[in-house]
């Protein structure tokens, strides 16, 4: 079955570029690649997504590696307020519907 | 302003006891999805359904039910057959379930055994 890994966690400093990474190497090819993002007591937060090509819009950038089998969701200056969990996650289609495949996200820690 | 309200936001049950949670959205969204989120875990999908009157079990479905009888409402019931069902959980909905949107998530409900 499709599914994704990510790193249990991640730190990065106020105002500087974050690359969360995303390995995905059983994705198919009509699997699109979304990312959320969780802040306690929450529900997720769409971020973007993705099928073969690199995709920017104003919360971040998505880059999409030539084979798919990884991702880098990029947040170009980190705020306080982008201190939560993000999920990458496959979007599968199964029996003619699609779901999505959760993985356990990595918690993104900002520092001042 | 447009969007998903889960109610309520905690809840408590007795053993051997059935409970509803409540998920009304006004996207005017024809599929809907039930979440369960287990602590330091991703989501898994209990239900969806794409359109009224219709609905499809997920991957963890034994112990829930569901119903969509109005376009704007998805309730689960968390039956007595659901042996841990202390967890948070989320309703979801999309434009269709067949599109490539996004899900707009409601703000769960927390779901704890007395």
């Known amino acids: 079955d499709a599914k994704t890994t990510q790193p249990n966690s991640m730190e990065s400093n106020e105002e500087e570029p974050v690359h969360l990474p995303c390995n995905h190497s059983?994705?198919?090819?009509?699997?699109?690649i979304h990312w959320y993002r969780q802040l306690p007591s929450q529900g997720p937060e769409y971020v973007i997504h993705?099928?073969?090509s690199n995709v920017n819009n104003r919360m971040a950038s998505l880059a999409i590696a030539e084979d798919r089998k990884s991702s880098t969701l990029i947040l170009h200056r980190a705020t306080l307020r982008d201190a939560a969990v993000y999920y990458c996650?496959?979007?599968?289609?199964?029996?003619?519907?699609?779901?999505?495949?959760f993985g356990t996200g990595t918690r993104l820690k900002v520092l001042a | 302003d447009g969007g998903i309200t889960q109610s309520p936001k905690y809840l408590f049950r007795k053993e051997g006891q059935n409970v509803t949670l409540s998920c009304e959205q006004n996207?005017?969204?024809?599929?809907m999805y039930w979440y369960r989120q287990d602590p330091g875990q991703g989501l898994r999908l209990i239900y969806y359904?794409?359109?009224?009157?219709?609905?499809q079990k997920g991957d963890i479905a034994e112990g829930y039910s569901v119903s969509r009888e109005k376009k704007e409402s998805f309730p689960l019931t968390v039956t007595s057959a659901q042996k841990n069902p202390t967890a948070f959980y989320l309703c979801?909905?999309?434009?269709?379930?067949?599109?490539?949107?996004?899900?707009?998530f409601g703000d769960g409900t927390r779901l704890s055994i007395l």
């Open positions: 979801a909905s999309s434009i269709t379930a067949v599109s490539n949107q996004p899900q707009h």
């Open positions: 059983t994705i198919s090819g009509t699997d699109y």
């Open positions: 993705g099928l073969t």
């Open positions: 996650i496959l979007r599968v289609t199964t029996s003619g519907t699609y779901k999505y495949i």
């Open positions: 996207l005017n969204h024809d599929a």
């Open positions: 359904s794409q359109i009224v009157n219709d609905f």
